[in-house]
């Protein structure tokens, strides 16, 4: 878990760096090992990281080819496999929110469509002035905004952006009472008003604080389901199962697992056995 947060001024002017400092203080628990800050042509970018992969050279803002800037919460599980494909690009860091700095500067605002993971990424661009925001495709990390007249800002929480001012400690009714029978709000909407979630599977394409365009990416692939034969299902599905746990532990620190003792997290605690090199 770590912390990203930003402003981007319809005026191109500074942000001010009071707010960075609230948001940096507010954000400080989701990365405690380390902070850092972006700013150019009126947008901002934070950072607080709690560091998984590529602890001693892995400190955002991350900077990439053609004046592009990101910073992430997330883990992006086919980092290994996108250094692979991204021949002669020129990487300075072991982290694996490295790769979609030039995974955009191929493809663009489709750079998510190669990702493999859970992530949050605000990524600018200082060549076309322009901020995106991406969330991937099943909505697991969070990632928040809100649209003022003085320009945009988001966060990785909401209690962020109300310490800074940004929107009004109040109340939505409808998504309280969404909250209330469901345990959760859906949509784009929060319960705060005035603060939207990015969507799962969106991207934002901001400029001079106002969003022009919005991407989306489906969980599921298009295809139909595989059609195989009764004998062949264990073994695909344990197959599938063990490939993707391997990859999730793809970590420089070390891992655990919390269990309920149930079918599934028995299942997938033996799996990590199985794909580790030791004890889980």
Do not use: W
């Amino acid at each position: 878990m770590c912390g990203i947060a930003g402003l981007m001024r319809r005026d191109g002017a500074p942000p001010d760096p009071a707010l960075l400092d609230v948001l940096e203080r507010r954000l400080h628990h989701r990365g405690p090992d380390s902070s850092g800050r972006y700013s150019r042509d009126g947008c901002a970018l934070l950072s607080t990281r709690l560091a998984i992969i590529d602890l001693d050279h892995g400190q955002q803002p991350l900077h990439g080819p053609g004046e592009t800037t990101l910073v992430a919460n997330g883990e992006i599980y086919n980092n290994p496999e996108l250094r692979a494909e991204l021949a002669g690009a020129a990487f300075y860091t072991g982290s694996d929110c490295e790769p979609p700095l030039h995974l955009y500067a191929r493809l663009g605002t489709g750079y998510t469509t190669r990702l493999r993971g859970m992530y949050a990424i605000a990524l600018h661009d200082r060549a076309r002035r322009r901020l995106l925001l991406s969330r991937d495709p099943f909505g697991i990390k969070p990632l928040y905004y809100v649209e003022t007249a003085e320009g945009f800002a988001f966060a990785s929480e909401i209690q962020a952006l109300l310490a800074c001012g940004l929107a009004p400690r109040a109340v939505g009714p409808l998504q309280r009472a969404e909250l209330l029978q469901l345990k959760f709000t859906t949509g784009a909407e929060t319960i705060v008003p005035g603060v939207y979630r990015v969507l799962p599977g969106e991207t934002l394409v901001i400029e001079a604080g106002r969003i022009v365009a919005r991407h989306h990416q489906p969980a599921l692939p298009a295809a139909p389901p595989l059609d195989l034969a009764p004998d062949a299902v264990q073994p695909a599905l344990e197959r599938a199962l063990l490939e993707s746990v391997a990859v999730h532990l793809r970590a420089d620190v070390p891992y655990g697992l919390f269990l309920s003792g149930g079918i599934d997290s028995t299942a997938l605690l033996a799996l990590m056995q199985r794909a580790g090199s030791g004890r889980v």
